[in-house]
């Protein structure tokens, strides 16, 4: 079999299959090795890195009774047998003859079946380790930003109050089970175990960030669905509600307190309870102009006792 060469960034040309390499082509096209078509490890002292089962390969940690304190067990770094096709062959590349360096090329990987299951452990410390990176730092009650996937695997960006500590989970990355971090963002006061607050975030995807608590007041042109705290489980929302955001609209249109409740079929509606009057209902999907509610400007609504609720026992703010 022929040497399917490539000019590698290096500088030499290697082959795809078997790894060989030469400085130049013509040298490659000299060699009277044949490809085998599997990779090889090349150099003056070629060697397999393996992972060990454990780090202590002490007879006492494998059980042997050998009296030879030197003596080891489990696969060693470096590869010691003579009739291993991938370390004992004919090669005549430039780097098996020292003519050419390629340190990377001596090594090979190799994880015999036996030790497959190591490699998962050692996986899960890494990937630990890099999500504790990512919420270093990080405190219940922060005001944060999040960018992770939801419950179905969706990419999902959440932003409000850091709910409960984060905690570490398995989730679905690619079709394969893995390691993650799980997140509960959402307004002050939500059930951090209501799923629309979680937001997972993997080793190599997701981000948490500080950002700045919103300031009552400001107002913000969003569709509803992006009013922190608004779905059809909770009626306790409450906002400041500018009328709705056409295409053509530019400002607020009004400033009226209300308490965004769902109805049916999909449908919201926005109740001032202090009036008993309803602005507006619509759905999800429908620009407004909302604002944050001041802390203290809670609903002025009836109790189950019929008596009226002061301040302190207000429903939670959007957001707050």
């Known amino acids: 079999m022929s040497h399917s060469l490539r000019l590698r960034p290096e500088g030499r040309y290697q082959c795809t299959a078997c790894r060989a390499a030469w400085p130049t082509e013509a040298a490659a096209r000299r060699s009277g090795f044949a490809c085998p078509g599997v990779p090889l490890a090349h150099g003056l002292t070629p060697e397999h890195r393996v992972f060990p089962k454990s780090g202590d390969r002490s007879c006492a940690s494998w059980g042997c009774e050998e009296p030879d304190a030197g003596h080891r067990h489990g696969p060693d770094p470096f590869c010691d047998d003579i009739t291993c096709r991938h370390c004992v062959h004919a090669c005549d590349c430039a780097v098996c003859d020292g003519t050419l360096l390629a340190p990377g090329l001596t090594v090979l990987e190799d994880i015999p079946e036996h030790e497959l299951a190591q490699t998962p452990r050692r996986r899960n410390a890494r990937m630990k380790s890099e999500l504790q ?32 500590e984060p905690k570490y989970v398995t989730a679905r990355r690619n079709g394969s089970p893995a ?45 509803l669905r992006h009013v922190p705290g608004v779905k059809a489980s909770s009626h306790k929302t409450r906002i400041l509600y500018g009328g709705k955001g056409g295409a053509r609209s530019t400002e607020p249109s009004q400033a009226t307190p209300v308490t965004v409740t769902y109805t049916d079929e999909g449908y919201y509606a926005l109740w001032d309870p ?47």
């Open 133 to 164: 990176k990512k919420t270093d730092g990080f405190s219940v009650g922060d005001h944060v930003t999040a960018v992770g996937s939801d419950t179905r695997g969706h990419e999902v960006t959440r932003t409000g109050y850091l709910l409960a």
């Open 179 to 223: 390691m993650a971090i799980r997140l509960c963002v959402g307004a002050r006061g939500t059930d951090p175990a209501e799923r629309t607050t979680w937001t997972t975030l993997f080793s190599d995807a997701g981000s948490v960030t500080h950002t700045p608590e919103p300031e009552p007041g400001t107002w913000f042109h969003t569709e």
């Open 274 to 320: 202090a009036t008993d009057t309803t602005s507006a209902v619509i759905t999800l999907a429908t620009k407004i102009w909302w604002a944050h509610l001041p802390q203290d400007a809670g609903p002025d609504e009836p109790s189950a006792s019929g008596e009226q609720e002061g301040a302190e026992s207000a429903e939670p703010v959007a957001g707050a």
